[in-house]
């Protein structure tokens, strides 16, 4: 109701709820369809995509670098030794798996509760989703020091008769990524098949009608087949909500079934899973504001996506601030010496600035903005917070890896944390990596589900049968 | 099986969906049930005048949700306790609450792709040809902003003539023939 004070005359803002419009005025099922496969289904390549993914292939490159030289000399390149034995890879695996959070979250969640604003961004949401699940994958299996053993984490048949243990935690997370992985990649699939059938039907050259029509599986519209995948999507999107909360859960397993101070508390699943989807909505964020920017895509992500994002920030930062307060609370409740110890050196210690850091980013600046709706709507201001809680998101995962590690139980034990350019490598590498995909995803697959964009315009409303003759 | 020759049905194309449901709800009052509507979204309305009502994708998820989960828990089972079992902090070998999580997740796993696949099974997915793809407008309209009506030659009310003139009394935009 406060947008109506904010700028009355608005052609964004739809009159009967002061709200902004979840789709531009004025669009049809033509101008909707045209305008998201012309995005693709065009021979001309924009020259900043070619500039963009000349340099996130050269991220995409620094990391092959960087792996291709840890396979051959060993996790040594890394900084990781005792105390510090988990460093930038398991820091970067739980920030880009909790990334991929908010697009499930978009994508099923959402579905569930009917908010049907979300159709604008699902489609990319879940492949953010899928491209960040590749880059976070990566990391646990290139850390294990012999990757071309990682088989030896599935229950597989072996001659040595050798079997998994499936008490440990780090199992259960075999078995929660690869599952997401799966389950995100079928859901994501499955809701292209039919803007494949409409990029088959639109494109004008042979090449794409074949290539979208074998991806398309010959879609062709029947009610019947539309009922089946809607109670199909409808399922996935009830079966990826327990997933995704238990993803995250199981990833926070790995740390709080430590008994290590700083690991070992029961706060930490609802911490994770909401630090998951508040950093996840700031990396939709991230590349919702440029690509609508470049792509003119005002009319179908509108402020009232952005709007809406930051309010879903701006709950999720509270829930994680809520995971701090409960933090530094148990230090003193718990009457432990060593929990009262290892928050003081979080945040006091020689690596206290990173305690601040995370504190600035996901707090200080986040949590005192998102709340005036002024600024929700400022797009350059929320590409500016996006920025910032993803920086801030990393910092959390470093300052629950490193400074709970870093000064252990034993005085002569304690070390430091340093990372090698290796480990800054691998991390810019998989920015890259995941820009290339994304980039790729953005040139050739649908980017905004236009069956769905259809569902919720005006025209998809079926008028009774009174109205016949009198209305059309 | 007829043979796949000759006329596959008639194909009503409209504008609006309205104008789709309210044909699709006629045609199936007048007794037709070899019939089908073609849609750029999912119109439900238009599945309901049809006489579609519900589907067997929801019994295929179940089956495959519960056959993952029993698939991993007793695989578990008999890992830990018969194949290779392990002394872990002097816990039982048979620690089923610790075996609850990969069968959860088994459970999303199986239950998804049965979902998933089994939707497209039900649907005769991938299809590559279809007689519909010949209607001169279809791939015009079908998967972009038209809505479609197709009563089928399989019907035993069909008659290429009457079948005709009965769509046309609808007002659709146009009648076609679909040969196979």
């Given amino acids: ?88 890879a398991i820091i970067n695996f739980v920030w880009w798996i909790g990334i991929g959070h908010a697009g499930t979250l978009i994508s099923a969640i959402l579905l569930l509760f009917k908010q049907t604003w979300r159709n604008s961004i699902s489609r990319f949401a879940e492949a953010m989703t899928i491209f960040a699940v590749v880059c976070a994958g990566m990391f646990p299996l290139i850390h294990v020091g012999r990757p071309w053993l990682g088989y030896w984490l599935f229950p597989l048949p072996f001659t040595m008769n050798v079997w998994p243990q499936f008490r440990s935690p780090l199992l259960w997370d075999v078995f929660a990524v690869s599952t997401y992985a799966t389950i995100s990649v ?25 290539f979208y029509g074998l991806l398309s599986w010959g879609w062709r519209g029947s009610v019947r087949h539309w009922m089946r995948y809607e109670t199909a999507s409808l399922l996935l999107a009830g079966l990826a909500t327990p997933l995704v909360l238990s993803v995250h859960t199981v990833i926070s397993f790995d740390f709080a079934v430590a008994v290590l101070p ?28 440029p690509l609508r920017k470049f792509y003119n895509l005002e009319q179908l992500v509108t402020e009232r996506h952005i ?44 690596m206290g600035w990173s305690y601040w850091t995370l504190i ?50 034993l005085p002569s034990s304690w070390g430091t944390y340093r990372a090698t350019k290796w480990d800054y490598m691998t991390f810019v590498g998989t920015l890259g990596l995941f820009t290339t995909l994304f980039l790729l995803f ?31 | 099986m007829p043979s796949p020759e000759g006329t596959y049905g008639l194909l009503a194309e409209f504008d609006t969906p309205s104008d789709l449901v309210r044909a699709a709800q006629q045609a199936r009052k007048d007794g037709w049930r070899r019939l089908d509507c073609y849609t750029p979204y999912p119109v439900e309305e238009a599945a309901e005048a049809i006489g579609f009502h519900r589907n067997k994708v929801p019994l295929l998820t179940l089956i495959g949700g519960m056959m993952g989960c029993a698939a991993m828990f007793s695989m578990e089972t008999w890992i830990s306790t018969v194949a290779y079992p392990l002394n872990i902090g ?5 620690s089923w609450p610790a075996f609850i999580v990969p069968a959860y997740e088994w459970t999303i796993l199986w239950a998804g792709l049965s979902a998933a696949f089994g939707m497209l ?26 809505f479609f009506l197709c009563l089928e030659a399989l019907d035993p009310k069909f008659n290429l003539v009457e079948t005709k003139a009965y769509l046309e009394t609808m007002a659709p935009t146009s009648v076609v023939e679909v040969d196979y």
């Avoid at chain 1, 499955?190 to 794409?208: H, Y």
């Avoid at chain 1, 307060?325 to 928050?343: I, K, L, N, T, V």
């Avoid at chain 1, 920025?387 to 300052?399: A, P, Y």
């Fill in chain 1, 360 to 409: 600035l980013c996901n707090l200080a600046i986040p949590l005192t903005t998102l709340w005036s709706r002024k600024l929700r709507t400022n797009i350059s201001f929320m590409f500016f917070i996006s920025i910032v809680v993803n920086i801030g998101m990393w910092f959390e995962r470093f300052v629950i890896v490193v400074t709970s590690l870093y000064r252990d139980f």
């Fill in chain 1, 442 to 472: 953005v040139r050739f697959l649908p980017m905004i589900p236009m069956n769905e964009i259809r569902m919720i315009l005006p025209s998809a409303k079926i008028k009774p049968k009174a109205a016949v003759g009198a209305g059309d």
């Fill in chain 2, 121 to 146: 099974a039900l649907n005769g997915l991938p299809q590559l040809y279809h007689p519909l793809f010949n209607a001169p407008n279809f791939r015009n309209g079908a998967t972009t902003d038209k």
């Fill in chain 1, 307 to 350: 709007d809406n994002m930051g309010k879903v920030m701006l709950a999720t930062g509270f829930i994680v601030a809520y995971g701090y307060g409960m933090e530094a609370f148990m230090a003193w409740y718990s009457a432990s010496h060593w929990e009262s110890f290892m928050f003081w050196n979080r945040a006091f210690g020689p």
């Fill in chain 1, 1 to 88: 109701m406060a947008t109506r004070e904010v700028k009355p005359n608005d052609p964004g803002i739809d009159p009967a709820t002061g709200e902004f419009r979840v789709v531009g005025l004025g669009q049809t099922f033509k101008s909707v369809t045209e305008k998201i496969s012309s995005i693709v289904l065009t021979p001309h390549t924009p020259l900043g995509w070619l500039a963009l993914f000349g340099i996130a292939g050269g991220g995409a490159t620094v990391l092959l670098v960087a792996v291709t030289w840890l396979f051959l000399k060993g996790v040594g390149i890394w900084a990781i030794t005792q105390p510090v034995a988990w460093g930038f």
């Fill in chain 2, 90 to 94: 002097g816990r039982p070998t048979y």
């Fill in chain 1, 186 to 210: 079928v859901f994501w699939y499955l809701g292209m098949i039919p803007d494949f059938g409409t990029f088959r039907d639109r494109a004008e050259s042979k090449a794409a009608q074949y």
């Fill in chain 1, 262 to 289: 700083g690991w070992h508390t029961t706060i930490f699943p609802p911490y994770f899973v909401a630090g998951a989807i508040y950093s996840g909505f700031a990396m939709v964020l991230t590349l919702a504001i």
